[in-house]
């Protein structure tokens, strides 16, 4: 059994699980186990018999238990991710990382007054996406969170029961297929996420807010978390996302916040039974009961002058119930809530009329409206730019406006018919719909549902829509026209007119060359009469969407880590100019490659003046579950979260032009003229370097579709979504997640760390280099998120893939590519960070990823040898049954590699 060093508590956590799944294994197959126990004996070797090993694998492949042993090193990735996330935060109050930045602030000069300021009015907004990246199905992830407490019941209470209950889960999980056999729909993918919501991610958000309304000692008046959501709203090349499923998702999702309340309010109706005997109520709370009195039932009615609280409770418990009646039915239904602050209102009645002691848990009940509203999570809208410019095209050559070539016109003249189409009157869509091409329809119609959404449900269910791909001003003018005429945009007839922007219009850069024209593209933006005018309408205030994906894809890792930190450094500085406020939308994934690595750490990084209180940010795939699944680790996740956000939006408010802290003469990211040279000058060899690999050599999609499992994972049933833009053999049309699955799978990484060898060599001075990691809080950031990607890759392994690469002269030429800036990476990566061993200045982090690597080089070498097996067979139902055993491969590995995509 493995252990990590200086921790008794982990080792033996880890040796109480290994011995349960050796028992089970044991119990239920034998020989699975004898494979199991030698092949983890013989990786665990310092000095490796390569002739053993494959020994073994050919016997585990030429039996007829290859599945069940793919699964029990599969088990045990899942075993260790659980016992590992459980001590991450053991012992820890959740609440100490805002207490500390609080602490920390006061320290280094801030006054509480300003501390409570940004604490009361900054805002946290998770996005939860539908990214497939969670490889596993809702039943191990619900076994995930029971095997979790059950690790505390038995470790901390000594609950002998709970082992016994860890015996029947990992029973339950050994009799269950580890893949999806069926394509994952989008209801399913939000059941899936409303189950994390509905069981950890709203409690640790509401008792969040009860603790920063407790530091704050008064009620809050916002809530300092908002939670949205993709799922139902992404359809950027997903055909299965439609505006019947897009609405569907707004009813379910406000249907189960309703259901939530009415709960809440059940149990509070039978827990206040204070009588008018003992406390007396006020003026405001008689009045309203007596106007609502008529509303109660006859058995009600009665508590109506002894028991007030009840009573009232039961009239909002009227209300919510007829609003669930009030958003399907034609006709206007008098006696319910239509805004969430109706819904506060009562129960501030309710409170003023309580002791602090008496009211706590109505306190409760207020954040989470506050959090929730009547639409739980925003949904984001997301479409491609090219969308948006077809159903315009189309549109304006059936009104006269243009001919039908709209697209293929020059920008100039884009924005010159744009300009037109804005000054004409609003036109109805309704009137046009069944006129245009089924495309368009569906373009011009989910209009009119956001519209209906926002009428009906609530002005809160949607914020944001995104443009995919943005690469010219028009893409957002295209988009203002379609709010004009579908009423999401009011232009505004004075300046005390408001709210007539009902809808954020988000551009997405996601290459190099969008990052670095961001700017310009505002720029444009602003100077133009009609978007001009829809600024003033949302008070200066514009949310930018920043992918953190496409750039790493199209540029390698640290050209887009560079590129984002200028460009949004340039943005902030357009913003001081112009008088803009940006949101910025942080798009990052779960590897460090789409913006991984530790959110905190990435905050306190970014560029001054570049958060200001307002954390937007896409959480992904696996990384749902493993920050939010379990409810005590959510809470971590969140506080510290908050923490760090509370430190950041405190550095960027009393920030001075050159970005030193005017109170503490502290250095927040500031990056001086020679440190922006180093880094400029890594990233452009390190870009050259990325580019001449992967969009230069002739060979290299070849290489990239044999030496990895690519086609393999194009098949696993992972979400709705497809792996591809569109049908192409191009790098550009692969989505970034499959992209980044594929070269994790066999373990290279490459979208991690390439180019960075060569950049980082590049300059000269090394004793700069160094000093430049240890005073620039965004170089050492992102140095050191490479240096864990760094970790995880294995050249062995990744060269075994290689002989699935039948052309020679490709395989050696591309493989000595890599093999020779992976060796020049860890060279200058060990240099900057001052280490013989990568990771050997953070020894918990090292033996985490080195924990797991028997068990992942166990089920690549499995993989391995399916492929060969399938490639050789010609039997269709053999090759069925291989295919299956590859993806549960794909699945396990995933697991002990921490994510996907």
């Not at 026209?481 to 007539?500: A, F, H, T, V, Y």
Request: glycine share 4%.
């Amino acid at each position: 059994m493995e252990k990590i060093q200086k921790n008794s508590k982990l080792n033996e956590e880890l040796g109480f699980i290994y011995d349960v799944m050796v028992e089970m294994l044991g119990e239920l197959n034998p020989e699975v186990m004898d494979f199991f126990l030698s092949l983890r004996s013989e990786l665990l070797q310092k000095e490796k018999s390569q002739e053993k090993i494959r020994s073994i694998l050919q016997k585990i492949t030429f039996s007829d238990k290859t599945l069940e042993v793919v699964k029990a090193f599969s088990l045990y990735n899942i075993l260790l991710n659980i016992i590992e996330e459980r001590h991450n935060f053991d012992g820890q109050n959740a609440f100490s990382s805002i207490e500390k930045a609080c602490s920390e602030l006061l320290e280094e000069g801030f006054e509480r007054q300003d501390i409570n300021k940004i604490l009361s009015e900054m805002q946290f907004y998770p996005v939860f996406t539908a990214h497939p990246t969670e490889s596993r199905r809702r039943t191990f992830l619900e076994a995930h969170h029971e095997i979790s407490d059950d690790l505390s019941k038995f470790f901390e209470f000594k609950d002998q029961s709970a082992k016994e209950h860890i015996k029947y889960r990992l029973r339950l999980l050994w009799q269950s297929h580890l893949v999806r056999s069926e394509k994952l729909e989008v209801l399913f993918e939000l059941d899936n996420l409303l189950y994390i919501v509905e069981s950890s991610i709203i409690k640790s958000a509401q008792n969040t807010l009860n603790f920063i309304e407790n530091t704050l000692k008064t009620p809050l008046k916002k809530s300092p978390i908002t939670l949205g959501s993709w799922i139902g709203g992404d359809r950027d090349g997903n055909p299965f996302v439609t505006n019947e499923i897009m609405t569907q998702v707004m009813r379910i999702q406000h249907n189960l916040i309703i259901s939530i309340y009415l709960q809440k309010i059940q149990k509070l109706a039978r827990e206040l039974s204070i009588s008018t005997d003992f406390v007396p109520i006020s003026k405001e709370l008689q009045d309203s009961l007596e106007r609502e009195k008529n509303e109660l039932e006859e058995n009600s009615l009665k508590l109506h002058n002894r028991e007030p609280f009840r009573a009232k409770l039961y009239l909002m418990d009227k209300k919510l119930k007829n609003r669930l009646i009030s958003v399907n039915t034609p006709d206007s239904i008098e006696f319910t809530y239509r805004q969430p602050k109706e819904l506060i209102e009562d129960i501030d009645l309710l409170i003023n009329n309580l002791d602090s002691v008496s009211s706590k848990y109505l306190k409760g009940f207020r954040n989470l409206v506050l959090l929730g509203g009547f639409h739980l999570m925003r949904l984001d809208f997301r479409e491609h730019r090219d969308m948006f410019l077809n159903a315009i095209s189309e549109v304006f050559c059936l009104l006269g406006i243009s001919d039908s070539d709209f697209g293929d016109f020059t920008e100039e003249k884009k924005i010159q018919i744009l300009n037109r189409a804005l000054e004409k009157p609003k036109i109805e869509f309704n009137a046009i719909i069944n006129k245009v091409s089924k495309s368009t329809q569906e373009i011009l119609g989910s209009f009119l549902r956001i519209n209906w959404a926002k009428k009906h449900i609530s002005e809160e269910v949607m914020k944001s829509l995104i443009i995919s791909m943005t690469t010219q001003a028009s893409d957002l003018l295209c988009v203002l026209w379609l709010c004009k005429q579908s009423g999401l945009w009011k232009p505004s007839k004075n300046d005390n007119e408001r709210e007539n922007a009902k809808i954020n219009i988000t551009p997405l850069f996601e290459t190099i060359d969008d990052l670095q024209r961001a700017k310009d593209i505002i720029k444009t933006l602003s100077e133009n009469k009609h978007y001009a005018h829809y600024l003033r309408d949302t008070q200066m205030t514009q949310e930018i969407m920043i992918g953190y994906s496409d750039s790493s894809k199209d540029g390698g890792i640290f050209t887009s880590n560079y590129s984002l930190y200028q460009s949004i450094f340039e943005l902030i500085k357009l913003g001081d100019e112009l008088g803009i406020k940006f949101i910025l939308f942080h798009g990052r994934g779960g590897s460090v490659s789409r913006g991984g690595g530790r959110l905190e750490s990435a905050l306190l990084a970014s560029p001054p003046k570049s958060v200001c209180g307002i954390l937007k940010t896409t959480e992904q795939g696996e990384v749902i579950s493993s920050k939010y699944l379990d409810p005590k680790i959510a809470q971590f996740s969140v506080c510290n979260t908050i923490g760090a956000l509370l430190k950041k939006s405190a550095y960027d408010s009393f920030c001075s032009d050159n970005t030193i802290n005017i109170q503490t003469n502290k250095n927040i990211c500031y990056i001086n003229t020679s440190q922006w040279k180093i880094m400029r000058d890594i990233s452009e060899t390190s870009h050259k370097t990325y580019r001449k690999l992967v969009y230069e050599n002739d060979n290299f999609m070849e290489y990239f579709k044999l030496a990895t499992p690519i086609k393999f994972i194009q098949q696993l049933n992972l979400g709705s979504r497809p792996s591809k833009r569109k049908e192409s053999s191009k790098v550009e049309d692969l989505r970034a997640i499959p992209w980044v699955f594929a070269w994790t799978q066999n373990r290279s990484i490459i979208p991690a760390w390439y180019g960075i060898g060569s950049g980082l060599e590049s300059i000269k001075d090394q004793e700069a280099l160094q000093e430049c990691y240890q005073n620039s809080e965004f170089f050492k950031t992102t140095i050191d998120n490479i240096s864990q990607a760094l970790l995880k890759v294995d050249s062995h392994i990744a060269q075994r893939y290689n002989g699935f690469v039948k052309d020679e002269s490709i395989r050696n030429e591309i493989w000595l590519m890599i093999k020779n800036e992976y060796d020049k990476t860890m060279k200058f990566i060990l240099n900057v960070r001052r280490e013989k061993e990568l990771l050997e200045n953070e020894p918990r982090l090292r033996d985490s990823i080195l924990l797991r690597k028997p068990y992942i080089t166990a089920l690549n070498l499995l993989q391995i040898e399916l492929i060969k097996k399938y490639n050789l067979c010609t039997d269709e139902v053999q090759q069925k049954k291989l295919i299956e055993e590859i993806h549960s491969t794909i699945v396990g590995i995933a697991q002990g590699m921490r994510n996907t995509g």
